[in-house]
């Protein structure tokens, strides 16, 4: 344990700096869907970079979009089985996991069009 003068001898930088033993981060890409009204769906994707601080026993995760897009869909482009699965669903988010390469090549080569990107695309990036 810390004493009281040693930790107020620190300015707020160091102490923050002390007590983060562990920082991880952590890229996914997501593919949200979820209705707008009968005839329209709102498919959007967006890649994010999670920040989790260890302090002490305890864990802070921060959530940063580095990169989204969305648009909107026609009922009609898409089969009735998808639309009566997001009508029970309400939303459906589908999620990969990225290593940092995996992150840094998405957002060079496809940051002006994300909706390009899928699963397959991803498991041949390395």
């Given at each position: 344990m810390l004493s009281k003068d040693f930790m107020s001898s620190m300015s707020n930088?160091?102490?923050?700096?002390?007590?983060?033993?562990?920082?991880?981060?952590?890229?996914y890409f997501r593919r949200t869907y979820f209705l707008l009204d009968a005839n329209?769906?709102?498919?959007?994707?967006?890649?994010?970079?999670?920040?989790?601080?260890?302090?002490?026993?305890?864990?802070?995760?921060?959530?940063?979009?580095?990169?989204s897009d969305s648009r909107e869909v026609s009922t009609t482009n898409i089969?009735?089985?998808?639309?009566?699965?997001?009508?029970?669903?309400?939303?459906?988010?589908?999620?990969?996991?990225?290593?940092?390469?995996?992150?840094?090549i998405v957002l060079n080569k496809y940051k002006n069009n994300l909706f390009d990107v899928n699963k397959e695309l991803l498991d041949s990036i390395n």
């Open positions: 930088e160091t102490r923050m700096k002390t007590f983060y033993i562990n920082m991880n981060q952590q890229y329209l769906y709102v498919e959007m994707v967006t890649l994010v970079m999670e920040s989790t601080r260890q302090i002490g026993k305890r864990s802070k995760v921060e959530t940063e979009v580095v990169e089969s009735k089985s998808f639309i009566e699965y997001l009508k029970v669903e309400d939303t459906i988010i589908e999620e990969y996991k990225l290593s940092k390469n995996q992150a840094d």
